[in-house]
């Protein structure tokens, strides 16, 4: 049964717009969220992460959120450019295990 | 350059001939970690290695095999491969606290 699921498989947004991309979990014992970026024929980049004792962590364009209560992570892009358009995995771990969503293609509309 | 490197980046074999995807990492990371990435699946972690030694199953380690000799070096092992195992693999690393994990290029696995 997937712990991590991104429910939306695909995005699509202007330049210079927000982007949003969410995953929700299951396992209230995830301690630990990362967001990767995907390239086609390229291994996964790690972009961004947040411990679950935080709500928010920021890096230039990139601001992860945390609802504990909901059990749901977003991953906010702003402005999104071109050069953003890949394929986002959420993923969450507990100890030394790392559970993935599906991933979601975004795509930036010059 | 900082790199994880997966070789052979293509195979395709025959339901049951032993094969060997080897990972190399030159960061002196302590964990090494090995996931398949299916179609609506994502990535699902086969193994871990916290370290020299020290392995321990994933989400999906059946049919699969890891070993640990050198810090360097993490290779996946199927023993006898079946078609169910075809699939797009990937091999990661990272420092003991560092979860900003560093992925190779993949290696796409096709069992006929």
């Known amino acids: 049964d997937q712990q991590v699921k991104q429910n939306s498989p695909s995005l699509s947004v202007q330049e210079g717009r927000i982007s949003i991309l969410n995953c929700d979990y299951t396992n209230s014992m995830f301690d630990y969220f990362l967001w990767y970026k995907k390239y086609p024929a390229e291994g996964p980049t790690f972009l961004i992460s947040?411990?679950?004792?935080?709500d928010k962590n920021e890096d230039g364009r990139f601001t992860v959120f945390l609802n504990k209560s909901a059990k749901h992570l977003s991953l906010h892009i702003v402005p999104s450019q071109p050069g953003d358009s890949a394929v986002y995995f959420c993923a969450a771990s507990t100890g030394n295990q790392f559970y993935f969503g599906t991933g979601t293609s975004l795509t930036v509309i010059p | 350059e900082a790199q994880v490197t997966q070789n052979p980046r293509y195979l395709i074999t025959v339901t049951g001939k032993k094969l060997t995807v080897t990972c190399s990492q030159n960061m002196n990371h302590e964990y090494m970690s090995w996931y398949r990435q299916d179609p609506g699946l994502g990535l699902r972690q086969i193994y871990y290695s916290m370290n020299v030694e020290v392995t321990d199953k994933g989400d999906v380690p059946e049919g699969y095999k890891v070993s640990r000799k050198e810090k360097r070096n993490f290779p996946l092992i199927l023993e006898s491969p079946s078609p169910n195992q075809t699939s797009l693999y990937f091999c990661?690393?990272?420092?003991?606290?560092?979860?900003?994990?560093?992925f190779g290029s993949g290696t796409r696995l096709t069992v006929v």
């Open positions: 990661a690393s990272g420092g003991a606290f560092n979860y900003g994990y560093t």
């Open positions: 947040i411990s679950s004792i935080k």
